[in-house]
């Protein structure tokens, strides 16, 4: 996309390719281009949040008065799609986009002066216990129970059992905000769900791994028995966790800025597309030409919302769910085209990770060795985070009815 940048956005850009240079290693760059997974790997990604957060960058959508970079638009703008093309991992979007902008809405000060500077020091890892074992496209139907107990001091506390599922790195988390059952039965389904802060570690949380695919291991499912939870580890009142869970999900649909990091896997595929291939092969061409316009229009639509949010608002479901559903097809085209692109060495199988931690096993270039797993791993994407069927209901319901 072609902007005109002002002289102090130029400053800027000079700024941050100077700190991309000094800071940005080739070990964390080959970290994130060798990624198979959904997430990165949470060393290169700890490490890269821990520099971006000494330099006062890791939270650009965060406000001011937290921790925000009070940057412009066109800066946002400009940081987003230079990190990518640089080839910095991902952050971990669980604690900056989704607790963080939870916190600071429904917490009360204690736990905004207790979790929000440790979000971005990257103290806390977080995970998220939304989905529940025949509950996620219908997510209110969830059966975790947190019940209120009197202990023999007198104070009050959540006892918590039940189980959720697809749990992405609890394994590595030591913290979940989890949506619980706090109504009975004579309470609307929607009405009697609760919103909590679990520490990872208490007694009666068990973490069992689930392997997918790709042959990674990012999900799990987690159990509660008798899992004791403070009353203070509520967000907002008893009963509100819907109206949270919705507003926490905008920001997990349509918080980030997902085109430059696409653009990067586009311009590496491009690479590994030679003139010869691309001559063999005409539909290849073609999709490479689509990807590009898609990425283009996905690009526009970020910065629309990206101007939303720079007024201080929230994104909001359709355009959230507009984001969500166009970034994960065209995640899902790209690594599509790269197995193609690969033709027969698509059968070659690496299954060490992370991939950058160990010499190639398969014996292919570094720009290919990720394409098969990434291509896996990418039939979860238009599942996690609501389904693509889902979103469609949620657009179609706001925007035809
Ligand atoms: C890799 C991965 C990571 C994940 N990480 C997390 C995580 O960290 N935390 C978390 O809480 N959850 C996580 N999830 C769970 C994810 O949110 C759910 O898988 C998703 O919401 C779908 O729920 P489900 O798997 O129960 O499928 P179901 O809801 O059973 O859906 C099955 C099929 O039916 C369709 N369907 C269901 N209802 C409707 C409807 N009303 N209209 C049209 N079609 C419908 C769906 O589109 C889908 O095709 C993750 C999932 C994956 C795959």
């Keep these: 996309m072609n902007v005109t940048l002002t002289p102090e956005d130029q400053a800027f850009r000079a700024e941050l390719h100077t700190f991309l240079k000094t800071h940005l290693t080739p070990d964390l760059v080959r970290a994130s281009r060798l990624n198979t997974s959904v997430f990165s790997d949470p060393e290169p990604c700890l490490r890269w949040h821990k520099l971006l957060h000494e330099r006062g960058w890791v939270a650009p959508l965060w406000p001011v008065e937290y921790g925000g970079t009070g940057w412009s638009l066109t800066q946002r ?11 910095a ?20 000060s204690e736990q905004k002066a207790h979790y929000l500077p440790r979000i971005l020091a990257g103290t806390d890892y977080w995970c998220q216990g939304y989905s529940e074992p025949g509950s ?83 999900v799990n499912q987690v159990f509660f028995d008798d899992v004791r939870v403070p009353l203070e580890a509520r967000v907002g009142e008893e009963g509100q966790g819907w109206t949270i869970a919705k507003y926490l999900l905008e920001f997990e649909r349509g918080g980030a800025m997902s085109s430059g990091r696409l653009r990067g ?14 001559a063999a092969d005409p539909d290849a061409s073609l999709a490479l030409s689509q990807i590009e316009l ?16 720079t007024l201080g608002q929230n994104p909001g479901s359709t355009v959230s769910s507009m984001l969500k559903l166009r970034w994960s097809e065209i995640h899902q085209s790209i690594t599509r085209l790269g197995m193609r692109l690969l033709g027969a060495d698509a059968l070659a ?16 270039e570094d720009a290919a060795r990720p ?3 990434q291509y896996l791993n990418a039939r979860a994407y238009t599942i996690f985070g609501g389904t693509s069927e889902i979103q469609r209901e949620i657009i179609a319901r706001e925007l035809l009815s």
């Design 77 to 87: 703008w400009i940081y987003e799609t230079e990190t990518a093309r640089a080839g």
């Design 89 to 108: 991992p991902a952050l971990s979007p669980l604690g900056l986009r989704m607790a963080g902008p939870v916190i600071m809405r429904f917490g009360t």
């Design 136 to 218: 996620g496209s219908d997510l209110a139907s969830l059966k975790t129970r947190a019940r209120r107990v009197r202990e023999a001091d007198g104070t009050e506390v959540y006892r918590v059992d039940g189980s959720k599922i697809w749990t992405t790195h609890a394994h590595h988390a030591n913290r979940m905000f989890a949506l619980v059952r706090t109504g009975d039965e004579t309470v609307k389904k929607h009405e009697g769900i609760s919103f909590l802060l679990i520490d990872m570690q208490t007694p009666g949380i068990t973490i069992r791994p689930i392997r997918s695919v790709s042959g990674d291991h990012e």
């Design 265 to 278: 896997a586009y311009e590496r595929l491009t690479r590994l597309a030679d003139a010869d291939v691309i």
């Design 294 to 309: 898609d990425i283009d229009a996905l690009e526009a639509t970020e910065l629309r919302i990206l101007a939303t949010m």
């Design 349 to 364: 199988w690496e299954s060490m990770r992370p991939m950058d931690a160990h010499d190639s096993e398969a014996g292919l």
């Design 371 to 373: 394409i098969v797993a």
